[in-house]
Structures are given as C-alpha cells and as structure tokens.
C-alpha cells in the first residue's frame, strides 16, 4: 500500500519570445521577453497498491492560480491475465473553473491549464513535471513527444484547435491498453494494443465543433518496463481523419506516430522484479 497526501506551491518564471520585424531586411526576428512569474497550489491525495494481482492507483487533485482552479481524478486499474499480460484501464476526469468571474483575457490567458482530450506537448506541460526532448519544439523528431496527462488520447492535434477537446468546463476521457493474446502470439513482444475514448463540455452544446465523443485506437510499444512508449494510431474519429486529410503532409504515417518519456512513473522497486507484474 501507497497512500500518502501532499500539499505543493509552484513558483515558476517563464521568459518568452516575441517577434519583431527587423526594417533592415524586412524580417522577424525573435526577441526576449522579460520574465513573467506565476504560482500554482496543488493539494494531492493518493491511494495506490502496486500488488502483482490487479495493482491500482486513484490519484486526486485539486489545484489553485490567481485566475482558476482546476479539480482532477486519475484511475488506474490492471486486470491480469491467467499467464501472462493484462488489461490496464485508466479513467481520467476533470473540472475547471475561473477564480473571480470569466472574462475572455482570463480564457485566453488560462488556455494551456484548461484539461484537454488529446495529446499533451511539452508547452502545455505546466508545472514542468515531465522530462522532455524538445519542450517547444514544433517540427522533428522531438516535437513528436507527448505526455499522458488529461484524456490522453493518442493522436497530437497541433494544427486543429478546435479538435483538441479543450474545455473550460470539463473533460472525461477512458484509455485501455491490453498485451497480445498470449495463444496467437507464443513469443511474449513489447507491443500492445490501445484504445482511448472520452468526450468533453463543448461536445454537448448546441453547435458541438467535434461528435460528442472521440476516440483513437493502434499500436503500442512499450520498453524498459513502460518508462518509454510508442503510439502508432491506426484508427480514429472521423472529426480527426477529415480534419488531417487536409493537410497533406501532416497525414502520413510518421508524423502521427508519438512517444512518451514516463519517468515520473518509473519505480525502481517495479524495475528489480524478476516476473514482470503484467
């Protein structure tokens, strides 16, 4: 058993870059910022047993800034096969809310806080919590690299706002992943298959952008005990199939692919076993 609770303050400075037409040639170039300094209150409370038979995690949070607050439930739950393998299910639900009334600088300005349904970039990464490759790159290989956080569906919508599931409201998504039936496949492969689904506030308004509910379902690769993990979406909503068609060159088979980095899950007492747990 792992149950603990904990109280966190985030103060973090930022400094970005803004772009300024340079008169000599007619270009932009980018110019530093001044810093910019920011809080974020997190009360956490966990309840976890990391045992070899259906292991679990719920994690709930409640985190506070000047301008929000935000309310969010992780679970996650293993179903072991008889031999070997399993189902891993995790449910993720969230609320958020606006300290002092809704404005539309505060939506504006509390964008990246707001939980969302797919992938999470390094930008959006706020209390800097995950490692990452390229944070805010936007092109290669890096930029590729997601975290599982929020609804966690597995495909990056960068270019389509609209299609993110962002919500001020809130969000609920389910993600599964499940090992290869061991009697189709003798030879034990670090691929599995997964399926994330989930809906949002703005799906069930009157002029909806997306269907109510999305979902996006492929192939994953998972080495070094899940630390690092693969995404290869070979099925989605329609929402994101006739969005990416498009655009030509982000619907390709590489530039959908995604990894993620989970060193915050990463446990040397998991590590050590002799029998993987799943």
Not at 14 to 27: G, I, Q, T
Not at 255 to 262: A, H
């Amino acid at each position: 058993m792992d149950n603990w609770i904990e109280w966190r303050t985030f103060l973090i400075g930022e400094k970005n870059f803004d772009y300024v037409l340079d008169h000599a040639d007619s270009l932009y170039f980018p110019t530093p910022q001044s810093y910019s300094f920011r809080y974020l209150n997190q009360l956490s409370l966990n309840f976890q047993d990391d045992r070899l038979l259906y292991p679990y995690r719920a994690l709930f949070q409640i985190q506070q800034s000047s301008d929000f607050y935000r309310v969010q439930f992780t679970g996650n739950y293993l179903f072991n096969y008889p031999h070997y393998g399993g189902l891993s299910i995790r449910f993720f639900a969230a609320a958020f809310g606006y300290l002092g009334g809704k404005t539309p600088f505060k939506e504006f300005e509390t964008m990246r806080f707001q939980p969302k349904l797919t992938a999470v970039r390094g930008d959006e990464d706020y209390t800097y919590s995950n490692y990452f490759i390229g944070r805010t790159e936007t092109t290669g290989f890096p930029s590729q690299q997601i975290m599982e956080r929020d609804g966690a569906l597995k495909l990056r919508t960068d270019l389509f706002q609209d299609l993110q599931g962002r919500s001020d409201q809130w969000v609920a998504s389910m993600n599964f992943n499940t090992t290869l039936p061991e009697k189709l496949f003798p030879i034990r492969l670090p691929i599995r298959i997964f399926f994330d689904v989930g809906s949002y506030a703005g799906a069930w308004s009157d002029h909806p952008n997306t269907s109510r509910f999305l979902f996006v379902g492929g192939l994953q690769l998972s080495v070094i005990r899940n630390l690092v993990n693969v995404y290869v979406p070979l099925f989605y909503s329609a929402d994101f199939s006739n969005s990416l068609q498009t655009v030509p060159d982000e619907n390709t088979f590489w530039k959908k692919i995604s990894f993620s980095i989970d060193v915050q899950n990463f446990s040397l007492k998991k590590f050590l076993r002799i029998k993987p747990p799943y």
